[in-house]
Protein backbone atom coordinates (compact mmCIF):
# COMPACT_ATOMS: atom_id res chain seq x y z
CA UNK A 1 0.00 0.00 0.00
CA UNK A 2 1.34 3.84 -1.15
CA UNK A 3 1.50 6.35 1.68
CA UNK A 4 -0.01 9.65 1.59
CA UNK A 5 -0.04 12.69 3.07
CA UNK A 6 -2.20 14.60 5.37
CA UNK A 7 -3.25 16.38 2.40
CA UNK A 8 -3.72 14.19 -0.33
CA UNK A 9 -6.91 12.49 -1.22
CA UNK A 10 -7.12 8.51 0.38
CA UNK A 11 -5.22 5.53 -2.28
CA UNK A 12 -7.33 2.82 -3.92
CA UNK A 13 -7.22 0.19 -0.95
CA UNK A 14 -5.35 2.11 1.78
CA UNK A 15 -6.23 1.27 4.91
CA UNK A 16 -4.29 4.20 6.66
CA UNK A 17 -6.06 6.73 5.41
CA UNK A 18 -5.96 8.50 8.71
CA UNK A 19 -2.22 10.53 8.12
CA UNK A 20 -1.86 10.66 11.56
CA UNK A 21 -1.06 6.54 11.75
CA UNK A 22 -4.23 5.77 13.18
CA UNK A 23 -5.78 2.61 11.71
CA UNK A 24 -8.73 3.67 9.35
CA UNK A 25 -10.84 0.88 10.34
CA UNK A 26 -11.81 -1.43 13.50
CA UNK A 27 -13.88 -4.43 12.93
CA UNK A 28 -15.92 -6.31 15.96
CA UNK A 29 -18.00 -9.24 15.12
CA UNK A 30 -19.54 -11.79 17.50
CA UNK A 31 -17.65 -14.61 19.02
CA UNK A 32 -17.60 -17.57 16.61
CA UNK A 33 -18.73 -15.70 13.45
CA UNK A 34 -17.63 -17.32 10.65
CA UNK A 35 -16.66 -15.73 6.42
CA UNK A 36 -20.28 -16.16 4.44
CA UNK A 37 -22.74 -15.66 7.46
CA UNK A 38 -24.16 -13.03 6.74
CA UNK A 39 -24.51 -10.64 9.49
CA UNK A 40 -26.06 -7.15 8.95
CA UNK A 41 -22.83 -4.33 8.94
CA UNK A 42 -23.01 -1.21 11.00
CA UNK A 43 -20.52 1.00 9.86
CA UNK A 44 -19.49 3.97 12.94
CA UNK A 45 -18.30 7.22 11.81
CA UNK A 46 -15.97 8.97 13.83
CA UNK A 47 -16.11 9.04 17.50
CA UNK A 48 -19.84 8.17 17.49
CA UNK A 49 -20.98 6.07 20.65
CA UNK A 50 -21.94 2.52 19.72
CA UNK A 51 -25.28 2.22 18.93
CA UNK A 52 -28.11 0.54 21.77
CA UNK A 53 -28.66 -2.92 22.03
CA UNK A 54 -31.98 -3.57 20.69
CA UNK A 55 -31.72 -0.27 18.09
CA UNK A 56 -31.27 -2.29 15.48
CA UNK A 57 -27.83 -1.82 13.81
CA UNK A 58 -25.08 -2.58 15.68
CA UNK A 59 -25.70 -6.49 16.48
CA UNK A 60 -23.80 -7.85 13.68
CA UNK A 61 -20.54 -7.12 12.34
CA UNK A 62 -19.81 -3.13 13.19
CA UNK A 63 -16.69 -0.96 11.06
CA UNK A 64 -15.49 1.49 13.05
CA UNK A 65 -14.43 4.18 10.42
CA UNK A 66 -11.66 6.84 11.09
CA UNK A 67 -11.57 10.24 8.91
CA UNK A 68 -9.34 12.86 8.79
CA UNK A 69 -10.51 16.03 10.86
CA UNK A 70 -9.83 19.90 11.15
CA UNK A 71 -7.69 21.35 8.31
CA UNK A 72 -6.53 18.25 6.59
CA UNK A 73 -9.92 16.68 6.93
CA UNK A 74 -12.03 19.62 6.00
CA UNK A 75 -10.09 22.78 4.23
CA UNK A 76 -11.05 23.04 0.70
CA UNK A 77 -7.74 23.41 -1.62
CA UNK A 78 -6.62 25.16 -4.74
CA UNK A 79 -8.00 21.95 -7.59
CA UNK A 80 -10.33 20.18 -5.41
CA UNK A 81 -13.57 19.60 -7.06
CA UNK A 82 -16.75 21.93 -5.43
CA UNK A 83 -18.31 20.23 -2.33
CA UNK A 84 -14.97 18.04 -2.11
CA UNK A 85 -13.30 17.58 1.62
CA UNK A 86 -10.49 14.81 2.30
CA UNK A 87 -12.79 13.29 5.18
CA UNK A 88 -15.55 12.42 3.05
CA UNK A 89 -13.18 10.45 0.64
CA UNK A 90 -11.83 8.86 3.64
CA UNK A 91 -14.94 7.75 4.72
CA UNK A 92 -16.25 6.89 1.05
CA UNK A 93 -12.61 4.73 0.71
CA UNK A 94 -13.61 3.20 3.98
CA UNK A 95 -17.11 1.83 2.86
CA UNK A 96 -15.52 0.67 -0.60
CA UNK A 97 -13.52 -1.35 1.61
CA UNK A 98 -16.20 -3.39 4.16
CA UNK A 99 -18.29 -3.82 0.55
CA UNK A 100 -14.92 -5.92 -0.64
CA UNK A 101 -13.91 -7.52 2.37
CA UNK A 102 -17.50 -7.59 4.79
CA UNK A 103 -18.28 -11.09 3.76
CA UNK A 104 -14.54 -12.12 5.05
CA UNK A 105 -15.34 -11.31 8.74
CA UNK A 106 -18.88 -12.81 8.24
CA UNK A 107 -20.70 -9.48 7.34
CA UNK A 108 -23.65 -9.05 4.57
CA UNK A 109 -22.41 -6.57 2.45
CA UNK A 110 -25.88 -5.71 0.77
CA UNK A 111 -27.43 -4.53 4.49
CA UNK A 112 -25.27 -2.00 5.74
CA UNK A 113 -26.30 0.72 7.83
CA UNK A 114 -24.08 3.72 8.62
CA UNK A 115 -24.06 5.74 12.01
CA UNK A 116 -23.04 8.92 12.96
CA UNK A 117 -23.21 11.30 15.05
CA UNK A 118 -22.37 15.37 15.54
CA UNK A 119 -19.52 16.24 12.92
CA UNK A 120 -19.99 12.48 11.99
CA UNK A 121 -23.64 12.44 11.09
CA UNK A 122 -22.56 15.34 9.03
CA UNK A 123 -20.03 13.43 7.02
CA UNK A 124 -22.54 10.80 6.71
CA UNK A 125 -25.22 13.02 5.33
CA UNK A 126 -22.70 13.95 2.55
CA UNK A 127 -22.55 10.44 1.44
CA UNK A 128 -25.99 10.92 1.22
CA UNK A 129 -25.81 12.69 -1.37
CA UNK A 130 -26.26 12.16 -5.33
CA UNK A 131 -22.98 13.02 -6.04
CA UNK A 132 -21.39 10.82 -3.83
CA UNK A 133 -23.71 7.92 -2.98
CA UNK A 134 -22.80 4.41 -4.97
CA UNK A 135 -25.09 2.33 -2.96
CA UNK A 136 -22.77 0.86 -0.23
CA UNK A 137 -25.03 1.54 2.78
CA UNK A 138 -29.31 0.52 2.66
CA UNK A 139 -29.84 2.89 5.37
CA UNK A 140 -28.26 5.96 7.25
CA UNK A 141 -29.00 6.68 10.93
CA UNK A 142 -27.93 9.78 12.02
CA UNK A 143 -28.13 12.36 15.32
CA UNK A 144 -27.87 16.15 15.33
CA UNK A 145 -25.78 16.54 12.43
CA UNK A 146 -23.16 19.58 12.40
CA UNK A 147 -22.51 21.74 9.59
CA UNK A 148 -20.78 24.66 9.66
CA UNK A 149 -22.84 28.38 9.18
CA UNK A 150 -20.59 30.01 7.39
CA UNK A 151 -18.63 29.13 3.71
CA UNK A 152 -15.12 28.35 4.15
CA UNK A 153 -14.01 30.64 1.11
CA UNK A 154 -15.32 33.60 3.25
CA UNK A 155 -12.78 32.66 6.39
CA UNK A 156 -9.67 31.32 4.20
CA UNK A 157 -7.86 34.39 5.35
CA UNK A 158 -8.29 33.61 8.89
CA UNK A 159 -7.13 29.98 8.00
CA UNK A 160 -4.21 31.29 6.37
CA UNK A 161 -3.53 33.51 9.74
CA UNK A 162 -3.65 30.78 12.08
CA UNK A 163 -2.01 28.31 9.81
CA UNK A 164 0.72 31.65 8.72
CA UNK A 165 1.06 30.14 5.39
CA UNK A 166 -0.07 29.82 1.93
CA UNK A 167 -2.99 26.83 1.46
CA UNK A 168 -1.19 24.95 -1.56
CA UNK A 169 -1.34 21.41 -0.83
CA UNK A 170 2.55 21.03 -1.23
CA UNK A 171 2.97 23.63 1.67
CA UNK A 172 0.17 22.21 3.99
CA UNK A 173 1.77 18.50 3.18
CA UNK A 174 4.99 19.91 4.36
CA UNK A 175 3.83 22.00 7.17
CA UNK A 176 1.84 18.88 8.63
CA UNK A 177 4.52 16.37 8.42
CA UNK A 178 7.59 18.68 9.73
CA UNK A 179 5.42 20.44 12.41
CA UNK A 180 2.16 18.66 12.70
CA UNK A 181 1.84 20.25 16.12
CA UNK A 182 1.03 23.54 14.95
CA UNK A 183 -1.05 22.47 12.99
CA UNK A 184 -2.83 21.34 15.49
CA UNK A 185 -2.74 24.66 17.18
CA UNK A 186 -3.66 26.66 14.36
CA UNK A 187 -6.67 24.77 14.03
CA UNK A 188 -7.86 25.25 17.63
CA UNK A 189 -7.42 28.79 17.65
CA UNK A 190 -9.66 28.81 14.27
CA UNK A 191 -12.54 26.93 16.30
CA UNK A 192 -11.46 29.73 19.04
CA UNK A 193 -12.02 32.53 16.57
CA UNK A 194 -15.42 31.19 14.99
CA UNK A 195 -16.95 30.67 18.55
CA UNK A 196 -16.24 27.12 18.28
CA UNK A 197 -18.04 26.36 14.87
CA UNK A 198 -14.31 24.90 13.12
CA UNK A 199 -15.01 23.42 9.42
CA UNK A 200 -16.96 20.86 8.36
CA UNK A 201 -18.96 19.69 5.48
CA UNK A 202 -20.83 22.63 3.88
CA UNK A 203 -23.57 24.23 2.65
CA UNK A 204 -25.77 21.24 3.16
CA UNK A 205 -29.15 21.56 1.04
CA UNK A 206 -31.69 18.10 1.96
CA UNK A 207 -33.08 18.47 -1.75
CA UNK A 208 -29.34 17.04 -2.89
CA UNK A 209 -30.12 13.41 -0.68
CA UNK A 210 -29.98 10.59 -2.95
CA UNK A 211 -32.75 7.92 -2.68
CA UNK A 212 -32.11 5.23 -0.05
CA UNK A 213 -33.88 2.42 2.00
CA UNK A 214 -33.67 4.37 5.22
CA UNK A 215 -32.70 7.87 6.40
CA UNK A 216 -33.42 8.64 9.84
CA UNK A 217 -32.27 11.69 11.30
CA UNK A 218 -32.17 12.41 15.42
Known amino acids: MGEISAFDDPLPGQLRIDASGTPSLTITAPAGTRPGADLPVTVVLGDTPLPEPGSGSGEGVVVRVRYRRGFAGFLPLPGDPPGHTRAVADAAAALAWVQDNAEGYGGDPTNVTLVGAGEAAAVGLWLCRRDHYKGEFRRARLSQP ?18 AAPLTRDRLDALAREHPARVERAYRRYVFYTRGEGLGPAPFDDAELAPLAEVELR
Open 146 to 163: VFARTPVARRRWLARAVL
